[in-house]
Each structure stands twice: as structure tokens, then as C-alpha cells.
């Protein structure tokens, strides 16, 4: 919350923009986007990644990750929620990534933007 505070929070309906340095990567919660400065809204990237963020918000990808969250906690002796965090954290981006494009050439594989979070996040 402190980030809403402190940042210019701008209001684009349906949804809140956050701008603010502390952001490494853009990203989204509930009806907020946070974005960090150095990602220019105005370039083909940036447009991506918002239209990817308003994927998040319209496919209410928050709400599932709470829910899961707080399932987890309550069962966090069972791996199976801990994996399950996982791969819906993996569906939720390839859903993102395929809905702002449904005009795509190859409709059946990921986009750039769902990719790079694939190799970065499968790392871990």
C-alpha cells in the first residue's frame, strides 16, 4: 500500500495506474496496474505489457491467486498447493499473454512477453 500512497496514482477506467520507481517490472493487483518509470508506456514493449496487465485485471487472476494463497497457508504441510501456486501463476500468464493478441499467426504459441516470464520465473 505504500506504493499507492507515495507514487501518483492516476485513475483510466476501469482501473488505476501506478507509476513509481520502486517497481522493477510491471504488473498487476486487483484493479491496479504498477509500472515503474523506466518502461515507456508509448513503445510497441510497453504496449504489450499493459495490454498483457489488463488481461490479468479482466481475467481476475488476483482473486485466484489470494484464494490460493490463503489455501496454502492453511495446508502448507501439502506440497500439492505449493505446486499448484506454481503452475496457476504459469496458466495465468499464457492466458495473458494469448488474450490481447486472439488475431495471431501462430495462436497456439506463447507470446514474447509470456516467454520471458516463463524462462525467468521457471528458474527459480
Not at 499507492?4 to 477506467?13: T, W
Not at 488505476?16 to 504488473?27: A, G, T
Not at 504496449?47 to 479482466?58: C, F, G, R, S, W
Request: one cysteine or more.
Amino acid at each position: 500500500m505504500s506504493i499507492v500512497r507515495n507514487n501518483p496514482v492516476q485513475y483510466v477506467k476501469p482501473y488505476w495506474f501506478v507509476v513509481s520507481e520502486k517497481v522493477m517490472s510491471p504488473f498487476s493487483f486487483f484493479r491496479y496496474i504498477f509500472w515503474n518509470r523506466e518502461t515507456r508506456l508509448e513503445s510497441p514493449e510497453g504496449q504489450q505489457i499493459l495490454q498483457h496487465e489488463l488481461a490479468h485485471l479482466t481475467e481476475k487472476h488476483s482473486i485466484d491467486k489470494l484464494l490460493l494463497e490463503v489455501i496454502t497457508a492453511f495446508c502448507w504441510i501439502n506440497p500439492f498447493f505449493h505446486l499448484m501456486k506454481r503452475e496457476l501463476a504459469l496458466i495465468h500468464e499464457f492466458i495473458a499473454d494469448k488474450k490481447p493478441r486472439p488475431m495471431a499467426r501462430w495462436p497456439h504459441t506463447p507470446g514474447p512477453y509470456c516467454r520471458w516470464r516463463w524462462v525467468t520465473h521457471s528458474s527459480r
